[in-house]
Structure formats: structure tokens, C-alpha cells
């Protein structure tokens, strides 16, 4: 009687239906078996049973009963939560546990199903084993097929990205051919520009020695005028000329040693006749020899307090001064208004930076500081600005020659 019913748990696909029938054989209403699998060492329903159970914490603490003790026995949740039903569960071979639900057969009774379990048993392992297996191929068959399709987008993004960068690399081209056109154009304009320039301030000069000089009042201030005007002309193009210079790495430099307190006195003196509203006190002036380009070192000096005066309108003086310190000698140029904000000082050494609070009412490009910064710089020293509401100091230091 007992071979018929054991016999239908062969097939794992109706095995709960025919261990239902098992069970009722011994007076109970569900069987269960749990085998412990051997890659994560815990027990769980054999193949074929349910794989999940209502309330899991019921049932793990009742089979760790039944392997500790080698039986248990108490309420179990089936088939819902709620309904606990009367169970006993005894410890079969290879550490299986199997659990009779809706009544507590006896040893004695269920004697003839534990001979036969250790066959049962090996079945359901070899199941488990091959189950987890074809699970595995399964799973590795996705996670290839998953794989091809990465491979095929990631082939797909590298034409693009091939693409873009083909792209990108024909933009950056035509942009730097545009910036050495540009390059080129101011180059060509500002030499352009020059010629007219020099001519027309031939003429003044002709013009003003034509003019006889009892007439000189009228006629000769309107010369000077025209002649400063051409002046700031002629600075602007030279400026233009010089980016060109420097981008083209053009601007070639003669060193030679310098005496620095001489150049100060020298380029003060030049600047002053120029305004007649500032006056440019030298406060300090070490006598210094420093190695470089004598006429581009001036041109630092002389932009420095150009730009002193210019942004400081109200004021009515300018401060130089230098001083050497550890075998460099520091000039600087200090004046008295309302000075860079501080979030802006970094950016005034830029190519064409203007700082919008101090320059909106003085035309210039923007350029002066950038040639000054790039003078000093391949004279081996550094630029600087302290900058506050009371004024601005711009500074740059140059190492003193066999100090
Ligand atoms: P430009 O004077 O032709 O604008 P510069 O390169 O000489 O160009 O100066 C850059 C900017 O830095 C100026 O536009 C101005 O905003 C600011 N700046 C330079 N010197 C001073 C100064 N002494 N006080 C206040 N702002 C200054």
C-alpha cells in the first residue's frame, strides 16, 4: 500500500500532491521534507515542495528543533498565516527534516517511510544539485546574452564618440585658425594703422612750425591737442602690436643691466609732464642693479602709473617707491580712490579684462596689465595688487643682479 504512494514523489512536478497523500496514509493532512543545501549550508523545502512558507520564522525555529533534538513538535502556519495547524517533525539522514502538518503520527507508525528515507533523501539532493546548476546556466546564459548587448551599445557609443571627437577636433581647428586669423588681422591693422599716424604727426609738426609765433594761442593749443590725441593712438596700437608679439612668442628681448633708481627717476619724469593733476612722489628708491630690457621695464613703470592716475580722478597724488628684499627689489605704485573689489584683482593681469567699477568711464582695452604681466614674467620676477577702498597698490618684484 505504502510503495504506490512513495512512488508518486518521484516526479518533482506534482511531488507535494503526492506527499499530501503520504501524509493523509499516516493520518495527517500535509507532508514536507527539507534538505539542507550544500553551497549555503541551511535547510530549505526540497525540490518540488512549496519554497515559500507562511510566517518563515515559524518554520526555521521548528526545523532547528527538530535538528537539535532529532524531533519536534508544535503549530506550524498553513497554508496562510493564520492557520496554525498541529505538527511534528523528526530528523531524518543527511541533517533532512521532515514534517508531518494536521496531526502527530508516532515513531512507531511512520517507521516504514524512515526506512526508505535515506533514498528519498539522496533523490532530492541530487535534484537540488541539478536544479541549482541548471539555475546557474540559466543564469549565466542571461548575464551573456545581457553582455553581448553592452558589447553591441558600447560599439555603437564609440562610433559616436569617434564621430564627436572627429567633430570636436575639426571645431577646435577651425577655432584656432580663426584666433591666428584674428592674430594676424590686428597685426596687420595696428602696422596699418601706424603709418597715417607718423605722417599726420609730421604734419603737426610742420603745421606748428608754420604758424607764426604771435598766433601760436588758438592754432597751437589745438596741435598740442591733436598730438595728445595721437599720442593715446599710438599707445593703443602699440599694445595690439605687442598681444600680437606675444602670442606669435615674438617679443624678443635685449637684457642688459639696469639701474633701477635711474629708471624710476627716469619714467617718473616722463609720466609727470603728462598730467597736471597728479603729482608722482618717489617715497623711497634703493639703488639696485637688475638685469633686463631696459625700454620694457620702463613700459611696466610707466603703465602702472598711467593706470594710477586714470582711476584715481579725484586724487592729486601718486606714490612709487622701491625697496629690496632677500635679493629682489620690489616697485610699487600706489594710489589714492576706490580701489578693485576683491573677488576681481585676479582677473586684472587677463588678456582684455577690465574691472567694470573702476574703468566704466576711462577708455582702454584691457591689455596694459596682461604686456606688463608678461614683461616681468620673462624677466624672472612677479606682479601683484592690494587693493581696498582707500586705493589700489600694484607692485612687481625682479631679482637684483649679483646681489
Ligand atoms: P586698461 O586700463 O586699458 O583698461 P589695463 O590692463 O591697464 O587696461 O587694466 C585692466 C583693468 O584693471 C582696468 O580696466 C581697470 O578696470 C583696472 N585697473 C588697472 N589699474 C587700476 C588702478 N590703479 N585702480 C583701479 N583699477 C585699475
Not at 514523489?9 to 512536478?13: C, D, E, T, V
Given at each position: 500500500m505504502l510503495s504506490p504512494l512513495v512512488a508518486g514523489?518521484?516526479?518533482?512536478?506534482n511531488r507535494f500532491q503526492a506527499a499530501n497523500k503520504l501524509a493523509h496514509f499516516f493520518g495527517c493532512l500535509h507532508l514536507f521534507v527539507f534538505i539542507v543545501d550544500?553551497?549555503?549550508g541551511i535547510l530549505l523545502p526540497a525540490?518540488?515542495?512549496?519554497?515559500t512558507l507562511p510566517n518563515g520564522k515559524f518554520w526555521q525555529d521548528f526545523t532547528l528543533g527538530c535538528s537539535k533534538n532529532g524531533h519536534h513538535q508544535g503549530l506550524l502556519p498553513f497554508p496562510d498565516a493564520n492557520t496554525l495547524q498541529e505538527s511534528v517533525g523528526i530528523l531524518g539522514p543527511e541533517q533532512s527534516v521532515i514534517v508531518f502538518l494536521g496531526g502527530t503520527p508516532t515513531h512507531e507508525q511512520i517507521r516504514p517511510l524512515i526506512e526508505i528515507l535515506p533514498i528519498l533523501i539522496n533523490l532530492f539532493t541530487r535534484e537540488l544539485v541539478e536544479f541549482s546548476t541548471q539555475a546557474r546556466i540559466d543564469l549565466a546564459d542571461k548575464a551573456v546574452t545581457k553582455a553581448e548587448k553592452l558589447a553591441a551599445t558600447i560599439d555603437i557609443m564609440r562610433v559616436h564618440l569617434k564621430d564627436a571627437l572627429v567633430e570636436q577636433k575639426k571645431d577646435k581647428k577651425a577655432i584656432e585658425e580663426l584666433m591666428q586669423k584674428k592674430d594676424e588681422f590686428m597685426n596687420v591693422a595696428s602696422h596699418e594703422l601706424k603709418t597715417p599716424i607718423t605722417i599726420t604727426k609730421a604734419y603737426l609738426q610742420i603745421l606748428q612750425k608754420l604758424i607764426p609765433p604771435q598766433e601760436n594761442t588758438t592754432a597751437g593749443d589745438f596741435i598740442l591737442k591733436a598730438n595728445k590725441q595721437l599720442g593715446k593712438l599710438t599707445a593703443l596700437i602699440n599694445d595690439l602690436l605687442d598681444v600680437s608679439k606675444i602670442h606669435a612668442g615674438q617679443m624678443v628681448y635685449h637684457f642688459a643691466e639696469i639701474d633701477s633708481k635711474n629708471l624710476i627717476e627716469e619714467v617718473v619724469a616722463q609720466v609727470q609732464v603728462?598730467?597736471?593733476t597728479h603729482q608722482i612722489i618717489i617715497a623711497h628708491n634703493v639703488p639696485a642693479k637688475i638685469n633686463g630690457e631696459q625700454h620694457r621695464v620702463e613700459q611696466v613703470i610707466n603703465n602702472f602709473l598711467s593706470n594710477a592716475i586714470k582711476y584715481s580722478p579725484g586724487a592729486e597724488k601718486v606714490i612709487i617707491r622701491s625697496d629690496i628684499n632677500d635679493n629682489t627689489v620690489k616697485f610699487s605704485v600706489r594710489d589714492f580712490c576706490i580701489g578693485i573689489p576683491i573677488d576681481k584683482q585676479q582677473y586684472v593681469?587677463?588678456?582684455f579684462y577690465r574691472v567694470q567699477e573702476s574703468s566704466k568711464n576711462f577708455s582702454g582695452l584691457g591689455l596694459g596689465l596682461y604686456i606688463s604681466a608678461e614683461i616681468i614674467r620673462r624677466h624672472g620676477g612677479t606682479v601683484g595688487v592690494n587693493s581696498d577702498a582707500s586705493g589700489s597698490e600694484f607692485y612687481f618684484t625682479l631679482p637684483v643682479l649679483d646681489a
Open positions: 514523489l518521484n516526479n518533482p512536478a550544500r553551497e549555503i525540490p518540488g515542495f512549496p519554497q603728462t598730467t597736471q593681469f587677463d588678456r
